[in-house]
């Protein structure tokens, strides 16, 4: 089984910052792609930044230009430094990541996700 635990959220003002992190354990092989995703109430998941094994990185267009996705491969850790946060960036953020595991002598790549932290842009 793989755990995802993300934390970094909280409260900020328009214009400021935060850094999101996610760490992933148990029995992982290899993660493929790691990413973030943002939800609000009554809209569906969607796409923040991904990054790559090799550190390719893909980014929806909000966040474009203010926010960074990385990794850590060593630690299995995602970041997500995000800047020049607006009203619009409340939501709850989701890590994301595509593992391969062995489980009871098969290997299977499943995607796992956090439980999500709280972004609050507020005045």
């Known amino acids: 089984q793989v755990q995802l635990v993300e934390s970094g959220g909280g409260l900020v003002q328009p214009g400021g910052s935060l850094r999101l992190s996610c760490e992933a354990s148990g029995s992982i092989l290899y993660i493929n792609d790691m990413g973030w995703y943002s939800q609000t109430p009554g809209k569906q998941r969607e796409l923040v930044a991904s990054i790559t094994h090799g550190g390719f990185t893909t980014y929806g267009d909000s966040a474009k230009g203010r926010f960074t996705i990385s990794r850590d491969i060593d630690k299995n850790t995602v970041y997500l430094q995000m800047n020049r946060l607006k009203l619009e960036d409340t939501a709850v953020f989701y890590c994301?990541?595509?593992?391969?595991?062995?489980?009871?002598?098969?290997?299977?790549?499943?995607?796992?996700w956090g439980q999500g932290t709280q972004v609050t842009v507020s005045s």
């Open positions: 994301n990541a595509h593992v391969t595991t062995r489980q009871d002598g098969s290997v299977t790549s499943t995607d796992y």
